[in-house]
């Protein structure tokens, strides 16, 4: 049987700022979804932070107009809402005024994929908030490329043949489809800049889809900072896909992320359990795990996969990190590159003032080099 699971999110409102969305904001959004059941087989309302996500799970396709207008609709309906509250970033990530078929490009996050379900189907959704899709860059290598960190790599014959994985530029809206291993060097040349490449999807070498994620960048579409991206990423877990704990584990080295407070520094990425707020100490970037089985389209669970005590320790070391960078302040890389400035405006207005202030200096060089000089490289 042919399933697709959606998984859809975005932030429409927080509670006095970016922390969490308001219980009526979620039941906005629940009725709206629970009202056109009949396009779903089962569905899941849950929340990362402030961002709002929507498992679904539906026998029409990948960008399905219905169900990509339904989460749309559910958006609104949980927007409306946020105004009559007051909340923080009412409609935040809804950048268009109408809905025009699909919700990619419109703001919202998307991943989603269309399979034949296994008898024992297990995937994992990641929802993160507070950081931008190229956050998954690193666990997805820990995935699928670096065998200190996934066993499977070597003992799994699936896993050990290599994948496809598909690489977006986000700034050209290109994307390649990259081999492993025989295009190892060139996907580490690319995951080695977040904010710019990120994986897209990943298959089996047979073509069976592993993984989807969210590639929107919001500034991207909107022309200025509306907020960071905030991704979701859906993973089919066990047999000849990675295992659960092997998907689980990529985050526990919280690496450090681009996001935190107006999503302008790098901060290490925290996995927290389900339904967690964004905390207030500085808006550390975090993460959660939704651990699903599913049958004829029906879910059970999530099981919160970063629930377990070991995950308190990851979370200490994360907090450590935290503290650690932002100890250093506003001096770069404790601040992202002034092109990845989400408040690039005002950083530009710094930087007009101290232009004005610049003068040229005195040539005391003629650029001339040495005769018998050698690039040491």
């Known amino acids: 049987m042919k399933i697709t699971v959606s998984v859809i999110k975005a932030d429409v409102g927080g509670v006095g700022g970016h ?35 929507i498992v679904m799970t539906h026998t029409h396709g990948v960008d399905n107009q219905q169900i990509h207008k339904l989460a749309w609709d559910a958006f609104m309906a949980g927007t409306q809402v946020a105004k009559e509250e007051g909340l923080y970033g009412a409609g935040q990530d809804l950048l268009k005024d109408s809905f025009s078929g699909n919700v990619k490009g419109m703001g919202p996050g998307v991943a989603e994929m269309e399979f034949e379900e296994r008898p024992n189907e297990a995937f994992t959704v990641f929802a993160a908030d507070k950081t931008e899709p190229g956050a998954f860059n690193y666990p997805i290598y820990r995935m699928f490329v670096d065998a200190l960190s996934n066993t499977g790599l070597i003992v799994n014959k699936s896993l050990a043949a290599g994948v496809t994985m598909h690489i977006m530029d986000v700034e050209k809206a290109q994307i390649a489809e990259l081999h492993l291993w025989e295009d190892k060097p060139t996907i580490e040349a690319a995951l080695m800049y977040p904010g710019r490449y990120v994986v897209d999807s990943v298959y ?174």
């Not at 969490?20 to 990362?48: H, Q």
């Not at 996995?271 to 993460?287: E, G, M, R």
């Open 19 to 53: 922390t969490k969305p308001s219980d009526g904001l979620i039941e906005a959004i629940r009725n709206t979804v629970k009202n056109s059941s009949d396009l779903l087989i089962d569905y899941y309302i849950g929340y990362c932070g402030d961002d709002t996500h």
């Open 204 to 377: 089996t070498k047979d073509g069976e889809p592993i993984l989807d994620a969210s590639t929107d960048r919001l500034h991207n579409i909107a022309g200025t900072y509306v907020g960071k991206d905030d991704p979701i990423c859906l993973v089919r877990t066990q047999k000849n896909f990675p295992a659960t704990e092997e998907v689980g584990s990529v985050f526990n080295n919280p690496h450090y992320v681009a996001g935190n407070t107006r999503g302008s520094h790098n901060m290490p990425l925290m996995p927290v359990k389900l339904n967690s707020a964004a905390t207030i100490n500085f808006c550390i970037p975090i993460v959660e795990s939704l651990v699903f089985s599913m049958h004829n389209g029906k879910l059970t669970g999530p099981f919160d996969g970063f629930s377990t005590p070991d995950w308190d320790y990851i979370r200490e070391i994360a907090t450590k990190k935290a503290m650690a960078i932002r100890s250093q302040g506003f001096i770069h890389p404790a601040t992202l590159v002034p092109s990845e400035l989400e408040y690039a405006e005002g950083y530009r207005a710094r930087m007009d003032v101290l232009e004005t202030k610049m003068k040229p200096m005195e040539e005391t060089s003629t650029g001339e080099k040495k005769e018998n000089y050698e690039d040491p490289d």
